[in-house]
C-alpha cells in the first residue's frame, strides 16, 4: 500500500458536512505468523484487559484494522498492529477500529510483534506511520524470542528512545505501567515493579494463597493439639501426685 507524504496526508480535509456510510467495517487483518505471536497478543490483552477490570473508559485489541482514510474509505490507509490501546473511549467489542467513527481518535500505544517478514517494516514505515500520521504518543516493538525490545515516545513530534531502569523495564505514562519481558514474553509491570498477571495466573495465586492459609491454619490446629496433649500430660502427672490440676492450692 502507497502512503502519502505525511504533510500532503495532512492537508486532507476531513468531510464533515456530508453524508457517509456507516464506518461499521471488519478487520481485514492476516492470520497470525506463528503461535508465538498469537501468544505475546493472547498475554497482553487479557493481562491488561484483568488489570483495568473495573475500567470502562479504553478500548485493546490485537491483530485489528485500523482504518484512519481522510476520505472515510476502507480502500484506502489502514494499518493492523499485533496490539494497540486507545484512551477515553468505550469499552465494548469493536469489528475494526474506524478513526472517522471513533471522534478521529488513534491509539494511544502500538505494540509489533517482530518476524523476519515483518521487522523491516515494523521498525520502517510502521514506526513513520505511528509517529507521523496517528501521533501515536507510545510505540514498542519485541521478538517472539523476548529479545530485539525496543520502546519510543513522541517528544515534539518525533520518537525518542525510552531508557530502561534498572530492572530493564520501560515506562509507559499512558499507561501508568512499565514494560518488560518475562519468560520471554512482553508483559504489563505496576509502577512498583510487580508482574501484572493474566487471569490464569492470578487465579492460580488465589489457589496458592488459600492453599497456604489452609496450611498454616492446619499448622495451628495442630500446634493448638499439641499444646492440649500437653496439657492432659501435665494434669495426669499432678493427679498421681495426689494434687488435683484445677485445685488453686
Known sequence: MTIAPVQDFEKIVWPKDIIIPSG??????????????????VYLLTSLEWWWRDRTDFFAA????????????????????????????????????????EDGKYPNVVIEVLSDSTADMDKG????????????????????TGDDFQGFHLVDGHYEAIEPN???????EALDLYLGTHDKKLRFFTPEG??????????????????????QAEAARQQAE?????AERLAAQLRSLGVEPDSNL
Not at 24 to 41: A, G, I, K, R, V
Not at 125 to 144: G, S
Not at 194 to 215: D, G, H, Y
Request: hydrophobic share 35%; net charge negative.
Open 24 to 41: 461499521d467495517l471488519y478487520s481485514d487483518e492476516p492470520e497470525l505468523e506463528t503461535y508465538q505471536h498469537l501468544q505475546q497478543l
Open 62 to 101: 490485537g491483530n485489528l484494522t485500523v482504518y484512519y482514510s481522510p476520505r472515510q474509505r476502507k480502500s484506502e490507509y489502514f494499518r493492523g498492529p499485533d496490539f494497540f490501546v486507545v484512551l477515553d473511549t468505550e469499552r465494548y467489542p469493536r469489528k475494526s477500529w474506524v478513526v472517522w467513527e
Open 125 to 144: 514505515l510502521k514506526k513513520q506511520i505511528y509517529q507521523d500520521i496517528w501521533r501515536t504518543p507510545y510505540y514498542f516493538w519485541i521478538a517472539p
Open 166 to 172: 534498572e530492572a530493564g523495564l520501560l515506562w509507559c
Open 194 to 215: 510487580v508482574l501484572v498477571p493474566i487471569p490464569a495466573e492470578s487465579a492460580m495465586q488465589e489457589i496458592e494463597r488459600a492453599e497456604a492459609a489452609r496450611q
Open 226 to 230: 499439641a499444646a492440649e496433649r500437653r
